[in-house]
């Protein structure tokens, strides 16, 4: 530039809306225009030289003097951007561009440069790689007012949602958000008002086709400017993924519990021989009693008086054998329990004794079983998977010892209580152990040392799965001779076993009988309940809509026994008809089951406190039971 140039521009300069300032040889400021001064607020003597410098930040100096020195030694002109302290003290960013001039002979004379406030145009690029990475995100990205709606979005939003800029400026954000979550969203900008950062709310956000799109928020709100900075990201494809996930999660879950009751009824189906065996040896002197009871009834009818001791005999040998079959039955009931695990606090010894019963058949062939029962804590477990597991570890250990020479060989069941309070459950044998390259694969699935058609190689993999998901520990090692011991170590239960509460009595006159209702669809049931309680005033009923009749007709009853499955008006139905009108009745009630089979017996089992019993059942527990209502 002349020096006429030079005074034009100066002149030019003072009235120009931008900063201007300029330097000389020297590299010292020796010119600011106007609008410089009424930025910093200062006169111009104190800007001159290199007291600008005073407005530069501090963070900015190093760099911007490194800039300008390497610049002015090139003689080139360049860009760049610093914060300078504005007249009210607030820090601005300004964008400065630089280029050197000459003199009126040529010569280099200094830098002239041109500045502006730029802190209004990175507000709306938000982010400091500026408005390429703005418009070039993946990411949504956006700045909306604390109003509700958008000031800018980058374009990835219209290609997420299918809408245009317009239509997603033109409404308030909210409407785009899915009514379920609008509240959690809402809640989220009113914190970002108060400069609380949000960060991992996710929502939904409403596509033009009316599909709706997941997306997870970062965004940080700035209250004196009254706008929310934020960048979303689209996670659809991730949360259908977790849902497909969880999907599979339930489904192999799902598949574990039926593959444990598939296990349970295959070792019931294995042991079904001996099952029948333990059933027929008692059903056939239980049949031979009764008809020779009979025989000896019919005679006795029509001639001299019968040899009553003989038939005391006959009694309770049929007593013995049907209380066998009971035992082996409720213990097939247990096993095939097909619902999910259920724990309680139980004691180990009923569990392991039905575990015996079904698996003897296994034994009696092989060896001899010894119980050596010692003191064991209550545990908390699931007694049908227990159970299964006790079978399984009993009957591979029968299995370990050929046929032929029960005397010489015997299956031991140990029970005892560690140091540290847990219950011990032993299970050995004299068979010829384990090989040692096999002890560390028992518990895998499918590995087993069976012949082929013997044994899937699941059953001890399943123990292992249901131990430990009761907390307990199950391994097994060879013992010093000969023989195998599996060993299962189960937790002490935390709390106490939980009684069933007792059914709570009503206001009915004193007296010394009860008054009792039966109500079973099978007729040969109430009579043998009416003769056991002779002593009592008993209404037998075969439909529970016979029963509720009796009941609404205001007959008052001490105690109610209903079958819980019955044609027709079912005993759960029966008792909530019964609860919602006369609920001191429905407290009086006592169910009686043959094992409910179905989820919605189980679950009204579980629901009512009231108590119940098994069939077949015990008179004297009956008549126990009765003896609690009688007033």
Known sequence: ?????????????????????????DARCDYCNATWLAFTGRPLDR?????????????????????????FERREEFETEVRLRRHDGEFRYVFVRAAPYQDPNGAFAGFLADCFDNSDHRELDAFSGGAEFFEMSLDLLCISGFDGFFKRINPSWMK????????????PLIDFVHPEDRHATLLGREGL????????????????????????????????????????????????????????????????RQLILSDRLASVGMLAAGVAHEINNPLAYVVANLDLLAEEVKIASNGPAPNLKEWAEAVREAREGSDRIRKIVRGLKTLSRAEDERREVIELRPVLELSVNMAFNEI??????????????????????????????????????????????????????????????DVLDTGPGIPSDALGRVFDPFY????????????????????????????????????????????????????????????????????????????????????????????AVTSAKE?????????????????????????MEFYDTVARERPRVAERMVFMSGGAFTPTARAF????????????????????????FVK
């Open 1 to 25: 530039m002349t020096v006429d140039e030079l005074e034009q521009y100066r002149a030019l300069s003072e009235q120009a809306p931008s900063m201007v300032w300029r330097s000389g040889p």
């Open 605 to 628: 089992l579980d629901r009512v406190p009231n108590e119940r019993i098994e069939k077949p059942f015990n008179l004297s527990a009956i008549r126990e039971l009765v003896q609690k």
């Open 364 to 425: 009696r062939h092989r060896a001899r079983l010894v119980k050596d029962y010692g003191q064991t804590p209550l545990v908390e477990a699931d007694d049908a998977r227990l159970g299964q597991v006790f079978i399984n570890l009993i009957v591979n250990a029968a299995q370990a010892i050929p046929e032929g020479d029960s005397d010489a060989n015997e299956v031991r069941i140990v029970t005892s209580t560690d140091p540290l309070g847990r219950a011990v459950i």
């Open 547 to 571: 029963a509720l009749e009796r009941i609404e007709a205001g007959t008052p009853f001490d105690l109610i026994l209903s079958d819980l499955m019955m044609p027709g008006m079912s005993g």
């Open 448 to 539: 087993t040392t069976k012949p082929i058609g013997v044994g899937t190689g699941l059953g001890l993999s399943i123990c292992h799965s249901i131990v430990t998901s009761m907390g307990g520990e199950i391994s097994v090692s060879n013992r010093e001779g000969r023989g195998a011991r599996l060993r299962v170590v189960l937790n002490a239960a935390e709390r106490e076993r939980e009684e069933r509460p007792q059914a709570p009595s009503d206001d009915p006159p004193k007296r010394g009988r009860a008054a009792v209702l039966i109500v079973d669809d099978e007729r040969a049931v109430s009579v043998i309940l009416g003769r056991a309680l002779t002593n009592h005033d008993v209404t």
């Open 47 to 71: 800007e001159l030289g290199d007291g600008w410098l005073e407005t530069l930040h501090p963070s900015d100096q190093r760099r911007y003097l490194q800039l300008y020195s390497a610049h």
């Open 193 to 256: 008002k108060a400069n609380q950062p949000l960060i991992g709310l996710v929502n939904r956000y409403r596509c033009k086709d009316g599909s709706y799109r997941w997306l997870e928020w970062r965004s940080v709100g700035h209250a004196e400017r009254e706008v929310v900075y934020a960048s979303a990201r689209d996670v659809t494809e991730q949360r259908e993924a977790e849902r497909v996930l969880r999907e599979a999660k339930d489904m192999q879950e799902r598949m574990q």
């Open 160 to 171: 997420t949602l299918g809408w245009s800029e317009a239509e997603l400026m033109a409404r």
